[in-house]
């Protein structure tokens, strides 16, 4: 049986040399499993410049679990954290938030507008008790890209830490952390970089995790106890996710070789061009203007004609060799295609024409 492609943003399609790499067994304890995993984490601080003041501390679980961990661990827990808001994933770091009972501030954006510097800026300088922004950089609710320079530029500039949720960017788009400064940067094994799901990864400031052993309510989330214990024998504390490690060694040789994050983006760029052309060629249209879209996931209106219904299109275009994603907006009607995973621009032209060709069969007539 032939998988469908996968057009979601993580899980994602992955190379057959990414899969092969699952084939193996290892052990947790095993020398040759724990040199795989310093490797891996060593690529992760190279992709970030970030080799002067940072450590990558790797944990079992989806990326919630590892922005959960961060948060938890680097945020004191009389800190104050401020949440610029223009989507579902800033909304999860509020409430992960309130579960950890940290203090919170949210500011609130439409889900079309980019974070706003100048209230973030105001924000800081209005309430002295906010220690930390958490910023969601690509947000995959819209696939909106979060203007992170500027932001971190910001936060710096008023004394304050930064906590960047870069699941879904870290890979594909630059972030310097020799002129960017954050104490903590998510990101997970099964997006950008193109591995499977099953791990988190957190990019931390050393000093920052250094002076964070009291912070974490829980074992398991507790990220400096990960990294001593990482430290001191190589090893993971707990059972590691020993083939999503193993995969994500083999998607990181394919990243290096393809020529890192410039040659990922570029692709990612094109796969992008490549359906907005497509699926506005057909009529439809895009949520978000061009200028504010991240090459990773584009959110399109779901047609207004009476014969769509999202449960059928979905069907109807997996039965053509897609899966694609439903919108996460609760005010307006969409559906999401990734354009990022182990795929190129003819996959998604042959994706626009599986579509069409859905909605022919739907009788939908009116798509935007
Ligand atoms: C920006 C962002 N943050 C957090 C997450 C949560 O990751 P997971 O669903 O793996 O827990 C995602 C998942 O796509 C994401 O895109």
Request: hydrophobic share 45%; glycine share 8%; net charge neutral.
């Amino acid at each position: 049986m032939t998988h469908p492609i996968l057009l979601t943003p993580g899980p994602l399609t992955t190379s057959t040399e990414t899969k092969t790499a699952m084939l193996s067994d290892w052990g947790s304890w095993d020398g040759a499993f724990n040199a795989i995993t310093a490797s891996v984490c060593r690529d992760l601080i190279a992709i970030l410049h970030a080799e002067a003041d940072h450590v990558c501390i790797p944990l079992q679980g989806s990326g919630t679990f590892a922005v959960e961990a961060a948060l938890g661990t680097l945020v004191a827990r009389n800190g104050k954290v401020l949440v610029p808001d223009n989507g579902a994933y800033a909304r999860r770091i509020f409430r992960i938030l309130k579960y950890l009972g940290r203090q919170s501030v949210v500011l609130p954006h439409d889900e079309r507008e980019v974070a706003d510097v100048e209230r973030i800026d105001a924000a800081l300088a209005a309430d002295p008790d906010i220690t930390h922004v958490a910023q969601v950089h690509c947000e995959t609710g819209t696939g909106i890209l979060n203007p992170l320079p500027a932001i971190a530029a910001a936060v710096a500039n008023r004394g304050r830490r930064l906590i960047i949720d870069a699941m879904s960017s870290f890979g594909a788009i630059d972030i310097d952390a020799r002129s960017l400064a954050f104490d903590g940067l998510i990101t997970a094994s099964g997006k950008c970089l193109e591995g499977v799901p099953g791990m988190g990864m957190v990019i931390a400031r050393r000093a920052t995790l250094e002076s964070s052993a009291d912070n974490s309510a829980s074992l398991v989330m507790d990220l400096v106890d990960q990294w001593q214990y990482m430290q001191k024998s190589g090893q993971w504390r707990f059972t590691p996710p020993t083939h999503v490690v193993a995969a994500l060694r083999a998607a990181l040789d394919q990243f290096l070789v393809e020529g890192g994050q410039p040659a990922r983006l570029a692709r990612y760029t094109e796969n992008c061009h490549v359906l907005i052309e497509g699926m506005r060629a057909l009529g439809f249209k895009t949520f978000l203007p061009s200028a504010l879209q991240a090459p990773i996931i584009v959110t399109f209106y779901s047609p207004p004609d009476p014969s769509y219904e999202f449960a059928q299109f979905y069907r109807l275009v997996k039965e053509r060799g897609f899966i694609l994603y439903p919108g996460k907006l609760t005010t307006v009607d969409t559906f999401r295609v990734g354009c990022i995973g182990a795929i190129g621009p003819d996959i998604l032209r042959q994706a626009v024409d599986a579509i069409a060709d859905a909605l022919r069969q739907m009788g939908v007539r009116r798509y935007g």
